[in-house]
């Protein structure tokens, strides 16, 4: 089972990217996954969440400007991240949920080899 996040970028402020999550070995159709991101030097912090259903959620940071979505027939989940700025910038990686808190790391599995966004002028 493998995931793996593309889609990343060099970016201006104010653009906009759209990150892709794939899976292999594994569909993924019944299960929540969510995005997360790190900076050099921090923790990986909590994007957003999509459950099996559709439902959402998102961090503080990102709310209204990013959103996510799942094509179950193709096995992906997407983030689509608009008003891009410059502290957006970080490894964005996507992994399936099987439970536990939607915003902890420590509740997910399947971690695929992220993607760098960078936001600059």
Not at 68 to 87: C, F, G, H
Not at 103 to 111: C, H, I, K, L, V
Request: proline share 4%; glycine share 12%.
């Amino acid at each position: 089972v493998q995931l793996q996040a593309s889609g990343g970028g060099l970016v201006q402020p104010g653009g906009s990217l759209r990150l892709s999550c794939g899976a292999s070995g594994r569909t993924f159709s019944s299960d929540s996954m969510g995005w997360f991101r790190q900076a050099p030097g921090k923790e990986r912090d909590f994007v957003g969440f999509i459950s099996w259903s559709g439902t959402t959620y998102y961090a503080d940071s990102v709310r209204g400007r990013f959103t996510i979505s799942r094509d179950d027939a193709k096995n992906t989940v997407y983030l689509q991240m608009n008003s891009l700025k410059p502290e957006d910038t970080a490894v964005y990686y996507c992994a399936v949920r099987p439970s536990g808190r939607y915003y902890a790391p420590s509740s997910y599995e399947y971690w695929g080899q992220g993607t760098q966004v960078t936001v600059s002028s």
